[in-house]
């Protein structure tokens, strides 16, 4: 395209707005997200640092240091993910993620329980991630921290991201690249000097069971145990789908933002993780529990009081970042629903502020995980039963969109967006099938036999009432019916292309 800068912009715009048409949609958001800024949404999100440095001590304890090669196995298999997902946004480019890609892959029913289940399971992460971030400011500000007071700083936190996401769309995409440098810097800055500085550890050690495992020798189920850390990192690149109607060119964009955050951010988790357990002073007594937070342990032999401040600033970032891509990711989620009338409030939900963004969804998704939270000031284990959904409920709903897609397949789609695996699609979505129900299984693998059964069966739990909640719902009050947005032809969509390009009827837009 020939022009100024601003002509094709103009010109981008212009055609993801008519592509945006054709698929039976018009829209207020403001296109101005670029490739950089959507693949730190999902960084963000994801937040390595986040994920490692709050299930470090406890996967360590678990399976020792050859828990670092889940990061690098659990990857390949969301990468999978990845592809197949990267396949249906390039062709359906719709805000909301999930929820769109079921509705045109299946239909209005499965759309609509996907949407539900990653609804919950996005307020439930919001939670707790809100929560886990109170113990590293308070070690920032030098207090000992106690139940109530993360309660009230996770409260404080979704105040300020959800302030912060109203403000609108530029804002967002700039406090996540910020998010993204300072989370990414400083995890090459304090890993880097960590591996020059405080190695304790020889690289051999990665490869060291330590005598972990069963009783009969074998070292899988510790293994298995320890791989929860991976399970819990590596998502957060879904959200890139989430703005699709925010970003330019979305069908090329967000497909190759999506693969970004599965390669920088498994890069930097792996990273974060490789030198914290090579800077672990005595792994026995990790191992044995007498050392129960070995991250504080480490910064504070590495860098003192003052430089485990800094550190922990650092990662409050991260968790500030992290928490306002997922608010972002969840109100788009919310609004997506109500423009299709899936939900009860929805002609309030589905409105745009005066800058661009879902205001009334949210707020919602401010006050819902506000409300989890302040159930911890009076019932802390169903708080944390709550949140436990939140990593299993992601999964599922994960699941269903390759199951969508492989569902759509059989009935002759054929992905049609600027990104596809061509004839390689099919194996690639059966194997991320098959990764998926793996990890859905592992997750929910019960391992405190001296728990009560609640605990130990507390994530099939809070997903049995979460889907038998959701689909009671749905049969009783019937809400998908409501709508009148294109629903399952995503296969006839792929046979009018095969149509087109027979006769040679219509030139596609390059």
Known sequence: MSGSPATRAAGVTDHDAEQLRALGYSSNFERSMSLWENFSLGFTYLSPVVGVYTLFGLCLAAGGPPMFWSYLLIGLGQLLVCLVFGEVVSQFPISGGVYPWARRLVGKRWAWMVGWVYAWALCATIAGVSVGAGPYLAALLGFAPDANVSIYIALALILVSTGLNLVGTKLLARVAMFGFLCELIGAILVGGYLLVFERHQPFSVLFDTFGLGAADGSYLPAFLAASLAGLFQYYGFEACGDVAEETPNPGKRIPKAMRMTIYIGGAAAMFACLALILSVPDMHKVLAGEDTDPVATILANAFGPVGSRLVMAVVLVSFVSCVLSLQAAASRLLFAYARDEMIVGSRVLQRLSANHVPSAALVVSGVVPAAIVCLGLF????????????????????????????????????????????????????????????????????????????????????????????????????????????????????????????????TEPA
Do not use: C
Request: without cysteine; proline residues 5%; glycine residues 12%.
């Open 379 to 506: 019932m802390a284990e169903a708080t944390a039963t709550i949140v436990g959904f939140a990593a299993i409920g992601i999964y599922i709903a994960f699941q269903l969109i390759v199951v969508a897609a492989l569902t759509a397949r059989t009935k002759g789609w054929v992905p049609g967006g600027q990104f596809s695996l061509g004839p390689w699609g099919t194996l690639v979505n059966v194997a991320a099938l098959l990764y998926g129900l793996g990890a859905i299984a592992n997750m929910v693998w019960p391992r405190s036999p001296d728990a009560p059964w609640y605990i130990n069966y507390s994530m099939i739990l809070t997903t049995a009432v979460v889907l038998g909640v959701g689909l009671l719902y749905m049969l009783l009050a019937r809400p998908y019916d409501k709508g009148t947005a294109p629903a399952g032809d995503a296969h006839r969509i792929s046979g009018r292309q095969r149509s087109v390009r027979a006769t040679g009827a219509l």
